[in-house]
């Protein structure tokens, strides 16, 4: 038993005690909820220690038991760079979630929070799942919950919404099964490892036809959770209706599980296909960082607009991914983290809004900056992170990101790099619509921010500075997982681009924006 | 045929479950004009225990596995895990049951007799090693099931669940004994080793193209029973007419022992002729699932939801026999008895709540049912995602096995067709959720009684069932992987 089995079953015990609490007090079920989604997160921050303080391998935390017989299912969990710090952001954001959802949920309080816990379970176990079938289950399981919070204690439109979401991603984990099941019948055992080294030895899928058909299986589940352009529209629906803590849940977190499934099991299992594939993704990618700013920014409703806004930076991660670079795949996971920390916070804030108002409609507001100025202090600075101002986290992950995007194909990166214009246009016309202005009627008397508000905002400011400024603490850890995926897909191994590399890296290092790590790769 | 025909002790006690339960439903009958009508308990209990007993017999015997009577039965483990399913079924039938009857004034010692003599016809299916033996299990099962169905004789619907499903049933029983014929004549035998070893012997192309036609007669009887397209016509109205608790029983007991004999005849007998059923089984399992998940979309009365999604079910189920291969045995095994417990569950909620007349089987009917009995839901919403195929639910082990033995045997395009189908079904399962969880309570439920005991009872074993298959397979799965070879 590891720190990590603790930190994967915590949240299961927490929702199963929190079905035997009785349900009229309401009072002492989210000071239960909020005490145990603390407690976890504690329990996870020991996690970080192997990676700042000790010497990790590939992996640690790992614990292997066999959970079925036949076929040969293992309870296979451990944790690198890249699992480390998205469990992290899932432990980070379940109490501040509880803490967002403590006054706006009112109604049928009990199996809200139980829901939210079970969903924290299930993500948790998405991303540090080594057994293929293993992580379908945590896949599946984290569906269940989410769909009861849309569905529930969503807005006017929540059920269509709710079964959307359901069914759009049950059609792509269907796929996703298909491969599965395809891989264990050749390979014998769902352990990641045992299948990475049979696929590169030949010995599953040896034609590249198969490799090609379980890479696309496996792409359409994944894309469909990211959302990858066309296969978004579920997003703005569920993110619209769902209540703020499913709202921030789902971009932050649930969202990342596509991308973490891109980089865990799509790339580095089928790097040809995956290379050969990667002109139309990166096509859609930045279809999708275009269109999805282009959208966002003629969007009357905030929640909305923040939905579509996620589109576009969801571009980024998967073209980060997809440049085959140890900077885009390291810009990728940043982005994610960062996307978790300023999407969230953009939801919390508009939640706060809501709270206030009861409209996420931009023309209700106007002039909140004078009733309210603290709010839009806070405000501001997510709405700069989201943009991508430098000393503020998001401006890290999408240089990383255009900067090996530029590495491989320049036109891609400057079609990239619209993106980042246009999400300063509708986050700042945003931010005047709503902030300045004179302020009339209803808004005139908004309160300002209240203790528990500055609990839930304060920590997410924190971080987006902290990972705006001191990238070393969490960039090295990154890249050393990052690197033993990148091995087999890397694009340096195209002679022109290795030349291109050498220069812009080096430019790179002196400006401290890279680890020294890379120095080693760049050769 | 051996000369003996004085059976042995070991005969009897191979043949002892069939014998308890037939006696158990005899004494029921004599026991009515004694008592009347109104000593409800006291037949409720002798049903019980004659079940009770039956399983311990069953799993007895499981210890003398062999064949008796003159080869005409065989007990293995094949044939034990269908008795000890389908009774099961009969004993949770019994629990949903008696609320029910007394609810609609029903008389209940002709329903118990007539449920006994049923699931004993049921074990003689598990249990037949011949084409006769077969056919009589499925009489005795079959004629006792059309008159449960058609129980409240003075109900409209009952009369005509009852009818239809007669007139078809015995229709599609002629084609099945049709094809039994032309086998006799073929081969000369109705032994089910005999055939498969003359066709494995060849006895030239005649009489392959004979077996051939014949495996097609006697797949048309089958795919009636288990309701496979295009045979499936009659399940909607019949499943939707019949008393709750029968609709229950049905699509879950001689649904079970209709697809132990369709695989052991048609992997037993008909194996060396594969190639000639395996396209018709391939075709007729894509054609279930799409009929059974597109109608369902479509249907508002709860019941008749259910009877398309037990179409489709038997899909998933026949996609595991077009693979025949010993995992799809085991893989259609496992999924039968998961199935049982979830669909036994979801039809005990609704004989729970439809009240007396059968008067809210309506999908809206259950609007807000999960504010106003949060347990009942909840078990129910459990029901649904294993009928969904959520993970750590049996419905979803039982999904992937089946699919896991398709992939096996290349059906590749049939699992991924299959799996999108399951993503189709998700939509009407998660309707029913939404109404219990997402609407406000209307008449229907407010006006809800608690939980009686019985149907409690059957709630909680279901759902403790369907999760331990969930998220321990392997008890069932072993057992299963075991006796699914079932040429020796």
Same mark, same amino acid.
């Given at each position: 038993?590891?720190? /990590?089995?603790?930190?994967?079953?915590?949240?299961?015990?927490?929702?199963?005690?929190?079905?035997?609490?009785?349900?009229?007090?309401?009072?002492?079920?989210?000071?239960?909820?909020?005490?145990?989604?603390?407690?976890?997160?504690?329990?996870?921050?020991?996690?970080?220690?192997?990676?700042?303080?000790?010497?990790?391998?590939?992996?640690?935390?790992?614990?292997?038991?066999?959970?079925?017989?036949?076929?040969?299912?293992?309870?296979?969990?451990?944790?690198?760079?890249?699992?480390?710090?998205?469990?992290?952001?899932?432990?980070?954001?379940?109490?501040?979630?509880?803490?967002?959802?403590?006054?706006?949920?009112?109604?049928?309080?009990?199996?809200?929070?139980?829901?939210?816990?079970?969903?924290?379970?299930?993500?948790?176990?998405?991303?540090?799942?080594?057994?293929?079938?293993?992580?379908?289950?945590?896949?599946?399981?984290?569906?269940?919950?989410?769909?009861?919070?849309?569905?529930?204690?969503?807005?006017?439109?929540?059920?269509?919404?709710?079964?959307?979401?359901?069914?759009?991603?049950?059609?792509?984990?269907?796929?996703?099964?298909?491969?599965?099941?395809?891989?264990?019948?050749?390979?014998?055992?769902?352990?990641?490892?045992?299948?990475?080294?049979?696929?590169?030895?030949?010995?599953?899928?040896?034609?590249?036809?198969?490799? /090609?058909?379980?890479?696309?299986?496996?792409?359409?589940?994944?894309?469909?959770?990211?959302?990858?352009?066309?296969?978004?529209?579920?997003?703005?629906?569920?993110?619209?209706?769902?209540?703020?803590?499913?709202?921030?849940?789902?971009?932050?977190?649930?969202?990342?599980?596509?991308?973490?499934?891109?980089?865990?099991?799509?790339?580095?299992?089928?790097?040809?296909?995956?290379?050969?594939?990667?002109?139309?993704?990166?096509?859609?990618?930045?279809?999708?960082?275009?269109?999805?700013?282009?959208?966002?920014?003629?969007?009357?409703?905030?929640?909305?607009?923040?939905?579509?806004?996620?589109?576009?930076?969801?571009?980024?991660?998967?073209?980060?991914?997809?440049?085959?670079?140890?900077?885009?795949?390291?810009?990728?996971?940043?982005?994610?983290?960062?996307?978790?920390?300023?999407?969230?916070?953009?939801?919390?804030?508009?939640?706060?809004?809501?709270?206030?108002?009861?409209?996420?409609?931009?023309?209700?507001?106007?002039?909140?900056?004078?009733?309210?100025?603290?709010?839009?202090?806070?405000?501001?600075?997510?709405?700069?992170?989201?943009?991508?101002?430098?000393?503020?986290?998001?401006?890290?992950?999408?240089?990383?990101?255009?900067?090996?995007?530029?590495?491989?194909?320049?036109?891609?990166?400057?079609?990239?790099?619209?993106?980042?214009?246009?999400?300063?246009?509708?986050?700042?016309?945003?931010?005047?619509?709503?902030?300045?202005?004179?302020?009339?009627?209803?808004?005139?008397? /908004?309160?300002?921010?209240?203790?528990?508000?500055?609990?839930?905002?304060?920590?997410?400011?924190?971080?987006?500075?902290?990972?705006?400024?001191?990238?070393?603490?969490?960039?090295?850890?990154?890249?050393?997982?990052?690197?033993?995926?990148?091995?087999?897909?890397?694009?340096?191994?195209?002679?022109?681009?290795?030349?291109?590399?050498?220069?812009?890296?080096?430019?790179?290092?002196?400006?401290?924006?890279?680890?020294?790590?890379?120095?080693?790769?760049?050769? | 045929?051996?000369?003996?025909?004085?059976?042995?002790?070991?005969?009897?006690?191979?043949?002892?479950?069939?014998?308890?339960?037939?006696? *158990?439903?005899?004494?029921?009958?004599?026991?009515?004009?004694?008592?009347?009508?109104?000593?409800?308990?006291?037949?409720?209990?002798?049903?019980?225990?004659?079940?009770?007993?039956?399983?311990?017999?069953?799993?007895?015997?499981?210890?003398?596995?062999?064949?008796?009577?003159?080869?005409?039965?065989?007990?293995?483990?094949?044939?034990?895990?269908?008795?000890?399913?389908?009774?099961?079924?009969?004993?949770?039938?019994?629990?949903?049951?008696?609320?029910?009857?007394?609810?609609?004034?029903?008389?209940?010692?002709?329903?118990?007799?007539?449920?006994?003599?049923?699931?004993?016809?049921?074990?003689?299916?598990?249990?037949?090693?011949?084409?006769?033996?077969?056919?009589?299990?499925?009489?005795?099962?079959?004629?006792?099931?059309?008159?449960?169905?058609?129980?409240?004789?003075?109900?409209?619907?009952?009369?005509?669940?009852?009818?239809?499903?007669?007139?078809?049933?015995?229709?599609?029983?002629?084609?099945?004994?049709?094809?039994?014929?032309?086998?006799?004549?073929?081969?000369?035998?109705?032994?089910?080793?005999?055939?498969?070893?003359?066709?494995?012997?060849?006895?030239?192309?005649?009489?392959?193209?004979?077996?051939?036609?014949?495996?097609?007669?006697?797949?048309?009887?089958?795919?009636?029973?288990?309701?496979?397209?295009?045979?499936?016509? #009659?399940?909607?109205?019949?499943?939707?007419?019949?008393?709750?608790?029968?609709?229950?029983?049905?699509?879950?007991?001689?649904?079970?022992?209709?697809?132990?004999?369709?695989?052991?005849?048609?992997?037993?007998?008909?194996?060396?002729?594969?190639?000639? #059923?395996?396209?018709?089984? #391939?075709?007729?399992?894509?054609?279930?699932?799409?009929?059974?998940?597109?109608?369902?979309?479509?249907?508002?009365?709860?019941?008749?939801?259910? *009877?398309?999604?037990?179409?489709?079910?038997?899909?998933?189920?026949?996609?595991?026999?077009?693979?025949?291969?010993?995992?799809?045995?085991? *893989?259609?095994?496992?999924?039968?008895?998961?199935?049982?417990?979830?669909?036994?569950?979801?039809?005990?909620?609704?004989?729970?709540?439809?009240?007396?007349?059968?008067?809210?089987?309506?999908?809206?009917?259950?609007?807000?049912?999960?504010?106003?009995?949060?347990?009942?839901?909840?078990?129910?919403?459990?029901?649904?995602?294993?009928?969904?195929?959520?993970?750590?639910?049996?419905?979803?082990?039982?999904?992937?096995?089946?699919?896991? *033995?398709?992939?096996?045997?290349?059906?590749?395009?049939?699992?991924?067709?299959?799996?999108?189908?399951?993503?189709?079904?998700?939509?009407?399962?998660?309707?029913?959720?939404?109404?219990?969880?997402?609407?406000?309570?209307?008449?229907?439920?407010?006006?809800?009684?608690?939980?009686?005991?019985?149907?409690?009872?059957?709630?909680?074993?279901?759902?403790?069932?369907?999760?331990?298959?969930?998220?321990?397979?392997?008890?069932?799965?072993?057992?299963?992987?075991?006796?699914?070879?079932?040429?020796?």
């Amino acid at each position: 038993m590891t720190l /990590l089995d603790l930190v994967i079953f915590l949240p299961l015990a927490a929702f199963l005690l929190i079905l035997f609490l009785p349900k009229e007090h309401v009072d002492g079920i989210r000071r239960f909820s909020l005490v145990a989604s603390i407690a976890i997160f504690v329990a996870s921050l020991g996690l970080i220690g192997p990676y700042w303080f000790g010497n990790p391998g590939k992996f640690v935390f790992e614990t292997d038991l066999p959970w079925i017989n036949s076929p040969a299912i293992r309870y296979h969990v451990a944790i690198d760079g890249i699992s480390l710090w998205l469990l992290l952001l899932t432990t980070l954001l379940t109490p501040l979630c509880v803490l967002v959802s403590w006054r706006s949920v009112q109604k049928r309080v009990k199996e809200f929070f139980a829901f939210l816990l079970l969903l924290e379970f299930g993500l948790i176990g998405v991303f540090c799942a080594f057994d293929l079938f293993l992580f379908f289950v945590f896949w599946e399981v984290s569906l269940v919950p989410m769909y009861f919070l849309i569905g529930v204690w969503g807005h006017e439109r929540r059920i269509y919404a709710a079964v959307k979401f359901f069914v759009y991603t049950m059609a792509g984990s269907m796929l996703m099964l298909v491969g599965i099941i395809y891989i264990y019948n050749q390979a014998g055992t769902f352990d990641y490892a045992k299948i990475m080294a049979g696929l590169q030895n030949g010995s599953i899928a040896s034609s590249y036809q198969e490799q /090609l058909f379980l890479f696309l299986a496996f792409f359409i589940a994944f894309a469909i959770k990211v959302p990858i352009f066309p296969l978004h529209t579920w997003l703005p629906d569920a993110h619209v209706e769902a209540p703020t803590a499913g709202s921030v849940m789902l971009a932050s977190v649930m969202l990342k599980m596509g991308t973490y499934g891109l980089l865990r099991f799509c790339v580095p299992m089928f790097p040809v296909a995956a290379r050969n594939c990667s002109g139309w993704i990166v096509t859609l990618a930045i279809i999708g960082i275009i269109y999805g700013a282009l959208v966002a920014m003629v969007q009357p409703n905030m929640k909305k607009l923040v939905a579509y806004s996620s589109v576009s930076h969801l571009g980024f991660v998967v073209l980060g991914i997809f440049s085959f670079t140890q900077q885009g795949f390291d810009g990728a996971v940043y982005q994610m983290l960062n996307h978790g920390v300023s999407t969230g916070a953009l939801f919390i804030m508009v939640g706060f809004l809501y709270e206030r108002r009861h409209s996420l409609e931009i023309d209700a507001y106007g002039g909140v900056a004078t009733p309210a100025p603290r709010l839009a202090t806070v405000f501001m600075i997510t709405m700069l992170a989201s943009i991508g101002l430098p000393m503020l986290n998001n401006f890290v992950g999408e240089f990383l990101v255009l900067q090996g995007t530029a590495l491989v194909n320049f036109r891609w990166a400057i079609f990239a790099a619209i993106g980042v214009i246009l999400s300063a246009c509708y986050m700042l016309w945003l931010y005047q619509r709503v902030f300045f202005g004179k302020a009339s009627g209803e808004v005139s008397g /908004l309160r300002d921010l209240d203790l528990r508000e500055y609990a839930i905002s304060v920590p997410l400011i924190i971080l987006m500075v902290w990972m705006g400024t001191f990238t070393q603490s969490f960039i090295p850890s990154i890249s050393t997982s990052t690197a033993v995926i990148l091995g087999p897909v890397d694009a340096k191994r195209d002679v022109h681009v290795r030349n291109a590399t050498h220069g812009a890296l080096r430019a790179q290092q002196q400006q401290g924006v890279l680890p020294a790590k890379e120095s080693v790769d760049a050769r | 045929m051996p000369a003996s025909f004085t059976p042995t002790a070991i005969d009897y006690l191979r043949f002892l479950p069939e014998i308890l339960m037939i006696v *158990a439903g005899t004494l029921i009958m004599v026991m009515q004009p004694l008592l009347g009508d109104n000593k409800r308990t006291a037949f409720s209990s002798v049903t019980l225990v004659g079940f009770i007993a039956a399983l311990v017999a069953a799993v007895a015997a499981n210890d003398y596995p062999g064949l008796s009577f003159s080869n005409m039965l065989i007990v293995d483990g094949f044939a034990t895990f269908f008795r000890v399913l389908v009774i099961g079924v009969g004993i949770f039938t019994v629990l949903s049951s008696s609320e029910y009857l007394r609810r609609e004034h029903a008389a209940s010692a002709e329903y118990y007799a007539l449920l006994l003599f049923s699931v004993a016809g049921q074990c003689v299916m598990a249990t037949a090693n011949e084409l006769i033996m077969i056919f009589i299990g499925l009489e005795i099962s079959s004629i006792a099931t059309y008159i449960l169905a058609g129980y409240l004789r003075d109900d409209k619907r009952n009369n005509e669940a009852a009818l239809k499903y007669f007139l078809l049933g015995s229709f599609a029983t002629a084609f099945l004994l049709y094809g039994i014929a032309w086998i006799y004549g073929t081969t000369g035998s109705t032994n089910l080793a005999d055939i498969r070893s003359f066709l494995m012997t060849g006895g030239g192309a005649r009489n392959l193209t004979l077996a051939g036609t014949a495996a097609a007669l006697m797949f048309v009887g089958f795919a009636f029973k288990v309701s496979a397209a295009p045979f499936q016509i #009659w399940a909607p109205d019949v499943y939707q007419g019949a008393p709750a608790p029968v609709t229950l029983f049905m699509s879950a007991g001689p649904k079970a022992a209709a697809f132990a004999v369709f695989m052991r005849v048609f992997i037993v007998a008909f194996g060396p002729i594969t190639n000639r #059923w395996e396209p018709f089984v #391939w075709s007729s399992a894509l054609l279930t699932m799409v009929i059974g998940n597109f109608a369902a979309l479509a249907q508002t009365n709860i019941k008749r939801l259910l *009877a398309y999604s037990s179409i489709a079910h038997a899909g998933y189920v026949m996609v595991a026999i077009a693979a025949h291969n010993q995992v799809g045995v085991a *893989a259609a095994m496992f999924y039968l008895a998961a199935y049982a417990f979830m669909n036994i569950g979801a039809f005990a909620v609704i004989t729970h709540f439809s009240r007396q007349g059968e008067k809210y089987v309506n999908v809206d009917d259950l609007a807000g049912l999960g504010w106003k009995q949060p347990a009942t839901a909840a078990l129910f919403s459990i029901f649904l995602l294993s009928l969904i195929g959520v993970p750590l639910t049996g419905g979803f082990f039982g999904k992937f096995y089946i699919f896991k *033995a398709a992939l096996d045997a290349n059906l590749v395009w049939l699992s991924i067709l299959g799996l999108l189908n399951s993503a189709v079904a998700a939509y009407y399962y998660l309707r029913i959720i939404v109404v219990m969880y997402m609407h406000e309570p209307g008449v229907s439920t407010l006006t809800l009684e608690p939980l009686s005991p019985g149907i409690r009872t059957t709630l909680w074993a279901a759902a403790l069932g369907t999760l331990i298959l969930g998220i321990f397979p392997s008890l069932l799965l072993n057992f299963a992987t075991n006796s699914s070879a079932l040429v020796k």
